[in-house]
């Protein structure tokens, strides 16, 4: 929407959307240029940082992790334990590992009883009744089961204690010399989202012409008012970033020896950028309720 309505011009910035498969995608591109911001989960940034990829966190796209339990409706799933002896499918890689090993450290649940399934099919298996659980996205997993008309049941790692960071935007370290840049990239997006939210019969339409999986426009509309949870949380500004969450996703991965090095996080994530835009456009930013 923000490239529709001409707001990264208007900040001077020329913007090209690269659509990527993975984070891996993503923190490849952004590693090797320095004119580059990508978008992946925390749990891959901090493993590409500890890894030693010149890449810095800036502000969060999502404020909180949009990964839950995905279940059809005729199975049971109600408490924690109830994931004991079922199969639970999820796609390889740090995130969703990560929140899988909270959510059983917190809420007593037998892993030896859990038949984890990794799969790059995740969701077919789970129509396919290969796997009982899908551990999966909401924004991903659930808006393909919405498309598809399927009946769902969700369960969340939120409601149980698992209170993962969302996505992240990052950029080269180079990036950092050109910090104004930056803040303009997050004013213009957060105001992007402020138009989404302002006026649905001018803005859904848009947006369904500009996504690759058509999506009649009152799913969009409904999918549009599920992400608003995600964006901003209430007491939460857009792209804020809370320290609190990564470090103890960091101290995560790093028991599950997911990543073999400490990441000094005062070097690895930037909160200028979002202080700054704030400061500069708090008239403008203030406003904004996604």
């Known amino acids: 929407m923000a490239i529709a309505d001409g707001l990264f011009l208007r900040e001077g910035l020329q913007l090209r959307l690269v659509a990527g498969s993975t984070d ?8 090797s240029d320095e004119h580059t911001i990508g978008l992946a989960s925390t749990a891959a940034f901090l493993k590409a940082r500890a890894e030693g990829l010149p890449i810095v ?22 408490t924690p334990t109830d994931l004991e ?16 090993y909270d959510f059983i450290n917190r809420n007593a649940v037998a892993q030896s009883r859990l038949h984890l399934v990794e799969s790059d099919t995740a969701l077919q298996d789970l129509l396919d009744r290969k796997i009982d659980v899908l551990l999966g996205r909401r924004d991903i997993d659930g808006q393909e089961l919405e498309r598809l008309n399927i009946e769902y049941k969700v369960f969340s790692p939120e409601s149980y204690g698992v209170h993962a960071p969302g996505p992240v935007y990052f950029a080269n370290e180079r990036a950092f010399d050109r910090l ?10 957060a105001d992007g989202w ?8 001018r803005t859904v339409p848009v947006i369904a012409k500009s996504i690759e999986t058509p999506l009649a426009v009152p799913l969009l509309t409904r999918l549009l008012e599920e992400q608003r949870r995600f964006l901003r949380p209430f007491g939460t500004r857009f792209g804020e970033l809370d320290p609190r969450p990564i470090r103890l996703l960091q101290e995560q991965l790093l028991q599950r020896r997911i990543i073999e090095n400490t990441v000094d996080l ?9 202080r700054e835009a704030y400061r500069r456009e708090a008239n403008s930013l203030s406003r904004i309720e996604p």
């Not at 966190?57 to 199975?75: G, H, K, L, Q, R």
């Not at 930056?182 to 997006?189: D, M, Q, R």
């Not at 005062?266 to 979002?274: H, S």
């Open 57 to 78: 966190a800036f502000a969060a796209s999502y404020a909180v992790s949009p990964v839950e339990f995905f279940t059809m409706p005729d199975v049971a799933l109600y």
């Open 85 to 100: 002896g079922k199969r639970i499918g999820y796609r390889s890689g740090p995130e969703t590992a990560a929140i899988l």
């Open 24 to 31: 891996g995608d993503a923190i490849s591109a952004v590693a």
């Open 180 to 189: 104004r840049n930056l803040e303009k990239y997050l004013i213009a997006t």
């Open 266 to 274: 005062t070097r690895a994530v930037n909160y200028d950028v979002v």
């Open 194 to 201: 402020t138009a989404v939210y302002t006026d649905y019969k």
